[in-house]
């Protein structure tokens, strides 16, 4: 009988190692929770005894799964998705469905959202006006079709100007640095969807004035500035000038012409440090295009 309990010590012994090997093996699975081995003693059936009993043994009473939360890593994958706390993954496999915490993701032939091995991740619809649709889950497909582009309405940058600039009085001139003081640009897109550069330039002219030229694609805008911005002694931005500033530029792609759209400053500072945009949040709508051309 002895052993046995010995023998019993060893194969339990085994399947922990057994436990222990898969996860090691699986220290690079993207999701995997790791598995511990809980042991129980094994009594013999007894309707009573004298004194203590004597175990015949022991055995691998379960094999427990943690569900602790993982690393979240970056990936160059823009399907790649990552749980942070609690839930799975729903999945579906010919109307069989799956939970996974793996988050390895990829688009099929017909566009459909699988899982490495062909599983169709599965989510609530949207609607055409972009609600969500909270009824049964639906296999997650991304439309091959190319999207109807936005023109571009309003465009906005968030900057600082330095205080410590002297004023310029030289007539300005984009190919000529010194006649302004600093510049940025932005994309700003028209009605077929095509990408523009819109440079703006700043150059202080007075004490807290400063006036903003733009170009599209390197064609000045207007025959003067678009604009004058004026700053209180705070560095804010005056109460006088008059913001958005409305622009109007030509496009020869064959889309809508001119393109107009309004350019905002608010929020703009004029403090003793150096020029840097601090924010660019575009409002408009990006050109659009099909996941077979990325």
Same mark, same amino acid.
């Given at each position: 009988?002895?052993?046995?309990?010995?023998?019993?010590?060893?194969? *339990?012994?085994?399947? #922990? /190692? %057994?436990?222990?090997?898969?996860?090691? +093996?699986? @220290?690079?699975?993207?999701?995997?929770?790791?598995?511990?081995?809980?042991?129980?003693?094994?009594?013999?059936?007894?309707?009573?005894?004298?004194?203590?009993?004597?175990?015949?043994?022991?055995?691998?009473?379960?094999?427990?799964?943690?569900?602790?939360?993982?690393?979240?890593?970056?990936?160059?994958?823009?399907?790649?998705?990552?749980?942070?706390?609690?839930?799975?993954?729903?999945?579906?496999?010919?109307?069989?469905?799956?939970?996974?915490?793996?988050?390895?993701?990829?688009?099929?032939?017909?566009?459909?959202?699988?899982?490495?091995?062909?599983?169709?991740?599965?989510?609530?619809?949207?609607?055409?006006?972009?609600?969500?649709?909270?009824?049964?889950?639906?296999?997650?497909?991304?439309?091959?079709?190319?999207?109807?582009?936005?023109?571009?309405?309003?465009? *906005?940058?968030?900057? #600082? /100007? %330095?205080?410590?600039?002297?004023?310029? +009085?030289? @007539?300005?001139?984009?190919?000529?640095?010194?006649?302004?003081?600093?510049?940025?640009?932005?994309?700003?897109?028209?009605?077929?969807?095509?990408?523009?550069?819109?440079?703006?330039?700043?150059?202080?002219?007075?004490?807290?004035?400063?006036?903003?030229?733009?170009?599209?694609?390197?064609?000045?805008?207007?025959?003067?500035?678009?604009?004058?911005?004026?700053?209180?002694?705070?560095?804010?931005?005056?109460?006088?000038?008059?913001?958005?500033?409305?622009?109007?530029?030509?496009?020869?792609?064959?889309?809508?012409?001119?393109?107009?759209?309004?350019?905002?400053?608010?929020?703009?500072?004029?403090?003793?440090?150096?020029?840097?945009?601090?924010?660019?949040?575009?409002?408009?709508?990006?050109?659009?295009?099909?996941?077979?051309?990325?």
């Amino acid at each position: 009988m002895s052993f046995q309990q010995g023998l019993s010590g060893l194969n *339990a012994s085994a399947r #922990n /190692l %057994d436990v222990i090997g898969n996860n090691v +093996a699986n @220290a690079n699975t993207v999701g995997f929770k790791a598995s511990s081995a809980h042991f129980a003693d094994v009594y013999a059936n007894s309707l009573g005894s004298a004194g203590g009993a004597i175990g015949i043994g022991t055995t691998v009473a379960a094999i427990v799964q943690g569900f602790q939360q993982g690393n979240i890593t970056s990936t160059s994958n823009p399907l790649d998705l990552a749980i942070n706390g609690e839930g799975f993954f729903r999945l579906a496999n010919n109307g069989t469905v799956t939970w996974s915490r793996n988050g390895q993701f990829q688009l099929d032939k017909d566009g459909f959202i699988v899982s490495t091995q062909g599983a169709r991740a599965t989510g609530y619809p949207v609607g055409a006006n972009g609600q969500v649709i909270a009824s049964s889950p639906a296999d997650l497909q991304l439309s091959r079709a190319d999207i109807a582009p936005a023109t571009t309405t309003a465009a *906005a940058v968030n900057l #600082n /100007l %330095d205080s410590r600039k002297a004023p310029l +009085a030289a @007539a300005f001139d984009p190919t000529d640095p010194t006649t302004f003081h600093n510049a940025t640009s932005q994309t700003v897109y028209d009605s077929l969807g095509n990408a523009h550069t819109l440079t703006m330039y700043f150059t202080k002219t007075a004490a807290n004035t400063w006036s903003v030229h733009a170009a599209n694609d390197g064609t000045l805008i207007g025959a003067g500035p678009v604009g004058t911005i004026d700053f209180d002694t705070t560095g804010a931005i005056a109460a006088s000038t008059a913001l958005p500033f409305a622009l109007s530029t030509a496009v020869t792609t064959g889309a809508t012409s001119p393109l107009d759209f309004d350019l905002d400053f608010t929020g703009s500072t004029q403090y003793g440090s150096v020029f840097g945009v601090n924010d660019s949040p575009r409002t408009a709508t990006p050109r659009a295009a099909s996941p077979d051309s990325r």
